[in-house]
């Protein structure tokens, strides 16, 4: 009989992981203008294969003027800069655009995994009610 994780698979852990790159990608554009910002992001496909096995860390503002992300973005991911196209000359590396296509992007993805798994429950649904 299969488990609980093996009948959702990876979609469970990929949902909390989209979820958190979310916050990161949007306290980048909300940073676009502030100067020194350094962008950041998570490997998603590093993490789900596994291949990161450190600690959690937490984020943390290399300038007072920087928004907070929330307290609750925990992942087992180093948090990584991202390199820009092409460098500002006030120091942040913030590009909107790319920025905004990485969470448009991230946003369909959780929603693929959220309906993927929705799928599942409601097929266990039926399967357990008979119907």
Do not use: C, W
């Not at 979609?11 to 992981?17: D, E, G, I």
């Not at 929330?70 to 909107?96: C, F, H, M, W």
């Amino acid at each position: 009989m299969p488990t609980i994780d093996k009948l959702f698979g990876v979609h469970p852990q990929a949902l909390v992981l989209r979820s958190q790159r979310s916050s990161i990608l949007a306290a980048n554009i909300a940073n676009v203008d502030t100067p020194n910002y350094k962008a950041r992001d998570i490997d998603f496909k590093e993490v789900i294969g596994g291949q990161i096995q450190t600690p959690s860390i937490e984020m943390k503002r290399s300038n007072d003027q920087h928004m907070a992300l929330p307290s609750n973005i925990t992942t087992t991911a180093a948090l990584k800069y991202r390199n820009p196209q092409q460098a500002s000359l006030d120091g942040n590396t913030v590009e909107s655009d790319v920025e905004q296509s990485e969470f448009a992007d991230n946003a369909i993805r959780y929603q693929a995994s959220l309906m993927f798994l929705s799928g599942k429950a409601r097929s266990m649904k039926k399967a357990l009610t008979g119907e």
